[in-house]
C-alpha cells in the first residue's frame, strides 16, 4: 500500500480571478511548481478563458461552471462582479471539486494543494469540506494587502467617515501605512465604498488557508510582510517577482502586436517613453488630446498602447484620432504590446503607467523608472510607493494637461532627476534579480513552501 501511494503523482489545482493581471502571475506561478515536479490543473471561468499554447500543453485546463451573463462584468464593475461570481460559483464548485477528486484517486492521483486567487475566496469555503490542503496567492503588492486590512477596519471604527475623504483629509497620511494617505487606500472607480469593503473583508479572510503567497520581494516591502506575518499569524511566503522566477508562455487575453519591437530597434538607447495604462483603464478624448500634446511637445520619441475601446465619448476611432494628433515619425502606436519584452529593450527609457503590480514589477525588473498616472484600487498605493518610497517614479496627480504631460516627460527623460532615478532604478533591477537567484530570498520563499506540501 505504501508503496502504491509514493508512486501517486502529485497535482496542484490553481484557480485564478478573471483579470488580466491575476491570470499572468497564476500561471508563472503554475509554470515554477511544474518545474519542480508537480502535476498542474488550472480551473478557471469563461470570462478569463485562456487556450492553452503548446508552452502550456503540460498544463491541464478545466472550466468551473456557472451561469453568469457575459454583459454581467461590464453591467455591474469588477467589485460587484466578484461578489456576484463568488455566490455564484461556490455550490457549481464544490460539486465539481467533488467529481475532480474521485477521478483523481481512479488514476493514482494526489491533490497536494489547492491554490487561488485571494479574489476567488468562495474556493476556501468550498476546499475545507474536503480537508484539503490550501494556501492562498494574492497577485497584489503586501503594501495594497495590508491597504485592504486596514480599509476593513477603519470602516468598522467609524463607518465611511475616513474612507470617503470628507473633511478634506483625502491628504492626510494614514495612521502607521506611510506613505499611503487616505486618498491612496484601494477604493474603486467603478463601485461605491461599500462594496469595496464588502470584497476585501472576503479577501483578506484566511479561513482555512494554511499559507499565503505573495508575489513581491522581501527587499521591496519587509515591513507590509512583516505586519502580514503578524496579522494572519500563517507562514507568508514572498516569491515574486514570478515573471523572474518562471518565464511563461504569453497569456494575454489580448493580441499582442510585435511590429513595435522593429520600430524600437531603431530607437537610441534610452530614448523612447512606452505608455501602457492596462487592460481596465478609460481615458476621456479630452485628455487622451492633450497626453498627445504634451508628448509631442516634450521633443521625445514613445511607444503608446491604446487598447479598442478604451476612449470614451470619441466621435472617430482612435487610429484616427491619433493620426491626427501625434507625430508618427516619433511616435509607434499599437493595440497592445509584448510588454515584458518592451520593457526590455534598450531603447526605452521610462515607462507611463497606471501601477498596475505586475506592470510595476516588470518595469522595476528591468530598471526602468516610471510615470505613475493610477487609475483606481491599488494602483494608487503603488504610485505612492514609487515616488516616495522606492523613489524610481514621478506620480501625475490632478487633471491631464499638456503642460503637466510634457514637465513630467522631461523630468525623467531628460534632467538630471531623471538620471538620478535611472541609477536607483538600476540598483532595484539588481536586487531583485539576486532574490530570484539560487541564494536570493525568492528562492529560499518557494522552496520552503514547496516543503509543506
Given at each position: 500500500m505504501e508503496?502504491?501511494?509514493?508512486?501517486?503523482?502529485?497535482?496542484?489545482l490553481l484557480i485564478p480571478a478573471p483579470a488580466q493581471g491575476h491570470i499572468t502571475p497564476i500561471i508563472q506561478l503554475?509554470?515554477?511548481?511544474?518545474?519542480?515536479?508537480?502535476?498542474?490543473?488550472?480551473?478557471?471561468?469563461?470570462?478569463?478563458?485562456?487556450?492553452?499554447?503548446?508552452?502550456?500543453?503540460?498544463?491541464?485546463?478545466?472550466?468551473?461552471?456557472?451561469?453568469?451573463?457575459?454583459?454581467?462584468?461590464?453591467?455591474?464593475?469588477?467589485?460587484?462582479?466578484?461578489i456576484k461570481l463568488a455566490k455564484e460559483c461556490y455550490v457549481s464548485f464544490k460539486d465539481w471539486l467533488g467529481q475532480f477528486l474521485v477521478k483523481q484517486q481512479t488514476i493514482n492521483e494526489e491533490i497536494v494543494c489547492v491554490i487561488y486567487d485571494e479574489f476567488m475566496y468562495?474556493?476556501?469555503?468550498?476546499?475545507?469540506?474536503?480537508?484539503?490542503?490550501?494556501?492562498?496567492?494574492?497577485?497584489?503588492?503586501?503594501s495594497a494587502f495590508v491597504c485592504?486590512?486596514?480599509?476593513?477596519?477603519?470602516?468598522?471604527?467609524?463607518?465611511?467617515?475616513?474612507?470617503k475623504g470628507s473633511g478634506g483629509r483625502e491628504e492626510e497620511l494614514v495612521p502607521e501605512l506611510y506613505p499611503i494617505r487616505y486618498k491612496d487606500l484601494p477604493t474603486s472607480v467603478f463601485a461605491p465604498v461599500e462594496i469595496s469593503v464588502e470584497l476585501f473583508k472576503n479577501t483578506c479572510y484566511?479561513?482555512?488557508?494554511?499559507?499565503?503567497?505573495?508575489?513581491?520581494?522581501?527587499?521591496?516591502?519587509?515591513s507590509s510582510l512583516e505586519w502580514l506575518q503578524r496579522e494572519l499569524a500563517i507562514p507568508v511566503y514572498p516569491i515574486g517577482p514570478l515573471h523572474m522566477v518562471a518565464s511563461a508562455s504569453p497569456t494575454s487575453l489580448l493580441e499582442e502586436d510585435k511590429s513595435c519591437i522593429k520600430w524600437l530597434n531603431k530607437?537610441?538607447?534610452?530614448?523612447?517613453?512606452?505608455?501602457?495604462?492596462?487592460?481596465?483603464?478609460?481615458?476621456?478624448?479630452?485628455?487622451?488630446?492633450?497626453?498627445?500634446?504634451?508628448?509631442?511637445?516634450?521633443?521625445?520619441?514613445?511607444?503608446w498602447v491604446i487598447r479598442p475601446g478604451s476612449i470614451r465619448t470619441s466621435e472617430m476611432s482612435e487610429e484616427e484620432l491619433f493620426r491626427k494628433m501625434v507625430t508618427l515619425e516619433r511616435g509607434c502606436i499599437v493595440k497592445w504590446a509584448p510588454q515584458?519584452?518592451?520593457?526590455?529593450?534598450?531603447?526605452?527609457?521610462?515607462?507611463?503607467?497606471?501601477?498596475?503590480?505586475?506592470?510595476t514589477l516588470e518595469s522595476l525588473g528591468e530598471g526602468v523608472p516610471m510615470i505613475c498616472r493610477p487609475f483606481t484600487t491599488d494602483q494608487k498605493g503603488n504610485a505612492r510607493y514609487l515616488e516616495c518610497v522606492w523613489k524610481v517614479g514621478i506620480q501625475v496627480e490632478g487633471e491631464i494637461e499638456r503642460g503637466v504631460v510634457e514637465r513630467a516627460v522631461k523630468r525623467l527623460m531628460v534632467d538630471e532627476e531623471g538620471e538620478e532615478m535611472k541609477r536607483r532604478a538600476l540598483i532595484l533591477k539588481e536586487k531583485l534579480k539576486v532574490s530570484v537567484s539560487a541564494e536570493g530570498s525568492s528562492h529560499k520563499s518557494l522552496d520552503d513552501f514547496i516543503k509543506t506540501l
Open positions: 508503496e502504491k501511494l509514493a508512486r501517486r503523482r502529485r497535482r496542484v503554475a509554470k515554477a511548481l511544474h518545474f519542480k515536479g508537480f502535476s498542474i490543473t488550472i480551473a478557471q471561468t469563461k470570462f478569463n478563458y485562456l487556450n492553452p499554447s503548446k508552452n502550456l500543453s503540460d498544463f491541464q485546463f478545466v472550466t468551473i461552471p456557472e451561469s453568469l451573463q457575459e454583459s454581467d462584468l461590464k453591467n455591474l464593475g469588477p467589485g460587484r462582479f466578484m468562495f474556493v476556501e469555503a468550498a476546499v475545507k469540506e474536503f480537508k484539503l490542503h490550501n494556501v492562498i496567492l494574492s497577485t497584489t503588492s503586501a485592504r486590512f486596514v480599509m476593513f477596519k477603519l470602516y468598522a471604527i467609524d463607518g465611511l467617515a475616513h474612507l484566511k479561513g482555512t488557508a494554511s499559507s499565503i503567497i505573495i508575489n513581491t520581494v522581501r527587499c521591496l516591502e519587509i530607437q537610441k538607447s534610452s530614448s523612447v517613453v512606452y505608455i501602457s495604462l492596462g487592460s481596465f483603464t478609460m481615458m476621456e478624448t479630452k485628455e487622451v488630446l492633450e497626453m498627445a500634446s504634451g508628448l509631442v511637445s516634450s521633443n521625445q520619441s514613445f511607444l515584458k519584452q518592451v520593457l526590455a529593450h534598450s531603447a526605452v527609457g521610462a515607462f507611463w503607467s497606471h501601477c498596475g503590480w505586475n506592470s
